[in-house]
């Protein structure tokens, strides 16, 4: 089992930054990867990571977010930039261990944190 914790959201103005840290209690043999929920609509995959550093996106965040991990701290990081209202959403990290290929699919994961809130305006 794997313990995630989140922090890093809050509020900023449109094309603004935001950096979102996710703390694990462990690493391993994980994929990673960040989700979001907006008020309505279902949960997507934003970014995944899988255990050789190996990343993708969901196409509207491409080249504006990026996604990385600490192997020394156990901390998955997702830095935003260019932000845009409609990235508002409730962030989740979430983690399973990597079956050979990498995934945004949520049911694919089994390990979530609590979700950080991120507001664009």
């Known amino acids: 089992h794997v313990q995630l914790v989140e922090s890093g959201g809050g509020s900023v103005q449109a094309g603004g930054s935001l950096t979102l840290s996710c703390a694990a209690s462990?690493?391993?043999?994980?994929?990673m990867g960040w989700f979001r929920q907006a008020l309505g609509k279902e949960r997507e995959g934003v970014a995944a990571?899988?255990?050789?550093?190996?990343?993708m996106y969901t196409d509207s965040v491409k080249g504006r977010f990026t996604i990385s991990k600490d192997n020394a701290k156990n901390t998955l990081t997702l830095q935003m930039n260019s932000l845009k209202p409609e990235d508002t959403a409730m962030y989740y990290c979430?983690?399973?261990?990597?079956?050979?290929?990498?995934?945004?699919?949520?049911?694919?994961?089994?390990?979530w944190g609590q979700g950080t809130q991120v507001t664009v305006s």
């Open positions: 979430a983690a399973d261990p990597c079956r050979g290929w990498l995934t945004m699919s949520a049911t694919s994961y089994n390990y």
């Open positions: 462990r690493y391993g043999r994980y994929c």
């Open positions: 990571l899988d255990k050789d550093d190996n990343a």
